[in-house]
């Protein structure tokens, strides 16, 4: 079941607990395609309509476009992008020893366990550019710092619960950082939900 | 073209912000205190989204390098220019050579100071609104100082101030915010969600990510969900309980319950309200 819950006059967020990722991001772009919007938007477990300014949002329009695309069986097919990211694992400047700890492994196998994952890009958030990758095996999970750490530098290579990703800047955050990478998403072609981004040690 | 002599506020570039640019996480930016940003531009005759500089708390000077029609609005302040003290908001010409002096806010706490044609400055994904963290915008992604120059978009002299009415807003202490639910409103306890409307707020920090108000703490059954999607008036609940209202450099998604989202016409004079104002919330259907 759908349910639509408008947080403002021109903003509505489209919620249904039985739907993946998968199906969101097929859902964004099926209403992306419309070109009825100012920005279509997923997270991992919503999607976000911005009407452009001026316009006020039409929820028996939306319910259309939602029924419309059930009916099509979300059959629209992503063909993912997939990057592999160098990124330089070192106990400098990192918390590799406190999460060897926490996590009772090995500094080189938590390195083997994030390095062999392979991560789908759910959405940016936080600060510009950053990415929530989504795809941390079960047993490198780990909450956020309960107290976040003051400076986290640009290039951090770090992980939360199911969560990885990269600092794109200087920035206070919560996440355990196991090393540092040249690579920034935002650019020419940026990746997008749905694309895969794996790790390569150097 | 004018250029900065001395500044004690927190002064940067401002339009209306970005569009599009949320899938990247880049915040959509812009103007506090849009109606008077709106203003300013509209008493000299400009589009109501022309790039200007915002101010907080006022303390301003500036020399004009050529002739300007210039327009101040938002917060009260007495402006100097050359011999003649006006007090905001006003219009006024003037001439190569002179300088401007802005006074501290008397009331309110965000100034608009709109130029004849609007600034000319960098853009980023088509706006001048200054974005710190990650440098984008007008003067270069960073806060105006001392010798920072400005151009117009216009280089002729225009003397004509358009004969647009004069809104004198009066900017109290005490402000009721009216809200409706966000979605994960019902995550407020049930004593909490009573607090949340029936008692005061203190307004503890201000910045153009968003104002922090404390008060009777608000406690929710859980504070860390996934991140979802927040945007200008969506009040967070961290877990200290202390609601965090959301403005213009709002993230563009958040992990803490979206409590509420404030009424949207009530945000441009909240914007103006200073801390250790009082804060009340009232929930509209």
Known sequence: ?202 | MLEVLSLRGYATIQDQGRFGTKRYGIPMGGFMDIESAHHANQMIGNQPVLALIELFSGGMEFQCLKDHLIAIAGAKAKIKVANTTYTSPCSFNVNEGELVSIGQCVSGQIIYIALKGGIFTDLDYGSASTYLPTTLGGNRGKTIGVGDSFKTNESKKEDVIVDFPLKEIRYTKALTLRFKRGPEFDLITDQSKKSFQTESFLLKSTNRVGYRVSGPSIKATTNNLSSRFVTRGTVQLPPDGNPIILLSDSPTTGGYPRVAQVYEPDINMFCQMRVSSRIRFKEII
Do not use: C
């Open chain 1, 1 to 202: 079941m759908f349910s639509l819950f408008p947080l403002t006059d021109r903003i509505v967020e489209i919620r249904n607990l039985s739907l993946n990722l998968n199906d969101w991001i097929r859902l964004r772009l099926h209403l992306e395609s419309t070109l009825l919007f100012e920005e279509v938007l997923n997270t991992e477990d919503s999607v976000v309509i911005i009407y452009e300014y001026g316009k006020v949002s039409n929820q028996s329009q939306l319910l259309r476009l939602i029924s419309k695309f059930e009916y099509n069986g979300l059959e629209k097919i992503i063909k993912p992008r997939k990057v592999r990211v160098k990124v330089k694992y070192s106990e400098k400047d990192t918390d590799l020893s406190v999460l060897s700890d926490l996590l009772g492994l090995s500094i080189s196998n938590i390195i083997e366990l994030h390095m062999s994952g392979t991560y789908q890009l759910v959405m940016y958030g936080f600060v510009p550019g950053f990415a929530y990758l989504k795809g941390v095996i079960e047993s490198l999970r780990i909450p956020r710092k309960s107290t976040p750490s003051y400076l986290i530098k640009s290039g951090a290579v770090a992980i939360a619960e199911n969560y990885t990703g990269i600092y794109p800047l200087d920035f206070q955050g919560g996440w355990y950082v196991l090393g540092y990478t040249d690579f920034r998403f935002l650019g020419d072609n940026p990746l997008l939900p749905g694309d895969i981004v794996e790790f390569l040690p150097i």
